[in-house]
């Protein structure tokens, strides 16, 4: 019977091994190489080729990202990434680390096109300037056209609806979003996304989680 109870225990410590979420933080970037911490653990350097015991593997480098197979999946991380898998089709995860500064940016697709954008809570909406609405293919004077207040004063705006916005492994439909010609040079991911998600501090980390 203890040998019974014993083999039982094996059995659910391994299920629970294989089960394991891991999560992944790219710390440095180095030709060939990559140092990432796992799950908190020490940083360790990984040679691309390399696979750790948790199942993480380095493809390839760039001088700010790097490509990892983890759990036998893609994944792209850029340098200060914190990859958190999510745990199900419904409930995807992405986690942004904070600049030097404590800000969050995050490299996104907006109707496939990429875009770097700031996450600021204090947005009401994304807000994207006119000349890479252009290049989204946003037909942004067909919007609701209206005015803004920004720092340097008033500023004409369109209000339209984006086709998809993604972030990670998160991605919307049919996001409310401001377009300006004016008085905007960074692309701002504002409240209009983040509304649809939960968000929550991690450390220095900013997590969010698809909600719908």
Do not use: I, W, Y
């Given at each position: 019977?203890?040998?019974?109870?014993h083999a039982?225990?094996?059995?659910?410590?391994?299920?629970?091994g294989l089960s394991h979420a891991v999560k992944v933080t790219v710390v440095g970037l180095f030709p060939g190489k990559a140092v990432v911490v796992i799950d908190a653990q020490?940083?360790?350097?990984?040679?691309?080729?390399?696979?750790?015991?948790?199942g993480v593997m380095l493809i390839s480098t760039a001088s700010d990202s790097a490509m990892f197979e983890i759990d036998g999946k893609k994944q792209k991380l850029e340098l200060g990434q914190l990859f958190v898998p999510a745990t199900n089709k419904d409930a995807a995860t992405t986690a942004v680390a904070a600049d030097g500064q404590g800000h969050h940016w995050v490299n996104g697709q907006i109707n496939g096109k990429i875009i770097r954008m700031l996450i600021d809570t204090g947005a009401t909406s994304?807000?994207?300037p006119a000349a890479f609405a252009r290049s989204a293919g946003i037909d942004y004077l067909k919007g609701v056209r209206g005015m803004v207040q920004t720092a340097n004063g008033t500023a004409a705006a369109w209000r339209v609806k984006v086709d998809s916005i993604s972030v990670g492994d998160i991605t919307l439909y049919q996001v409310d979003a401001v377009v300006m010609e004016a008085g905007l040079d960074t692309a701002l991911l504002g409240m209009s996304f983040l509304n649809?998600?939960?968000?929550?501090?991690?450390?220095?980390?900013?997590?969010?989680?698809?909600?719908?």
């Open positions: 019977m203890r040998h019974c109870n039982l225990l094996c059995c659910l410590l391994t299920s629970a020490d940083p360790r350097t990984l040679s691309v080729g390399q696979k750790t015991p948790e994304v807000s994207l649809r998600t939960d968000m929550k501090r991690d450390g220095a980390n900013l997590v969010l989680t698809k909600r719908f």
